[in-house]
């Protein structure tokens, strides 16, 4: 099994759009922060797309990824599924639409706002048929399991991922720790988690929150991502204990 992180910056990017670097070193290339999403692949060579970020065409050109097998969508913010349009390319050489998969709310929320992607318009088809997780276990070789979490005054959906006896959790845009979080990722292999800044923040998760969570649920290796321009790569590798490492655009982990 295999994470592929695509981005692992916050809303605006690092740098902000003005060069603004923050506390991040501009020399330091894991300082440059496209928005947040991951790949999982299996043995199998399937792999599910967590998230269709703002930069996405840019992500999966930096990645060599030219197809994956489903997509999933943590909610509907707009770091998180503006990029829905290079899915297109996707489906060119496909018989049917994308499958994709949100929790109820994020799923009606994307039909309104994306409704020819998964409806289709003026003669161009379905880009990418969208399903609620309500019965999702199994997909293309995956064992899949979710949760809600809160995210502010919003929800954002946790998911595990399963597959060739190991596992890697997501979960990203939380603002606090619920038993129903620390359940779904008891024991992960490998756990990508919420890290903003170091301060608490209303709507995310800071660094003694993201360390906590990986403690409280026994992650065997945990990712930080989601980081903004306070977060120096080099700074924070330093601060972390072993099992912790800081996440970076094109980070690959082999489990």
Request: proline share 4%.
């Amino acid at each position: 099994m295999k994470l592929i992180m695509l981005g692992s910056g916050t809303s605006t990017g690092v740098p902000r759009i003005g060069e603004d670097w923050g506390d991040c070193d501009p020399a330091e290339p894991r300082n440059r922060r496209t928005r947040v999403s991951i790949v999982v692949e299996n043995a199998e060579g399937k792999r599910l797309l967590v998230d269709t970020s703002t930069d996405l065409r840019q992500q999966l050109l930096a990645n060599a990824i030219e197809k994956v097998d489903g997509v999933f969508w943590t909610h509907d913010h707009a770091d998180h599924c503006h990029g829905i349009d290079d899915l297109r390319v996707m489906r060119y050489d496909r018989s049917g639409p994308l499958p994709g998969f949100a929790a109820d709310e994020t799923a009606r929320r994307l039909r309104a706002r994306f409704s020819y992607v998964f409806a289709g318009e003026h003669g161009y088809p379905t880009i990418c048929e969208l399903n609620t997780l309500e019965r999702l276990r199994i997909f293309a070789g995956f064992g899949v399991s979710h949760c809600q979490m809160p995210h502010g005054p919003a929800q954002s959906t946790a998911f595990r991922f399963d597959a060739d006896g190991k596992s890697i959790g997501y979960a990203t845009d939380f603002s606090e720790i619920t038993e129903s979080m620390v359940a779904l990722m008891r024991k992960v292999d490998l756990l990508v988690v919420d890290c903003l800044r170091r301060r608490p923040h209303p709507t995310h998760a800071h660094l003694a929150m993201a360390l906590e969570f990986a403690k409280r649920c026994g992650a065997r290796r945990a990712v930080l991502t989601h980081l903004d321009k306070s977060m120096d790569y080099r700074t924070l590798a330093g601060e972390v204990p072993d099992t912790v490492e800081v996440g970076y655009d094109g980070l690959e982990i082999a489990l």
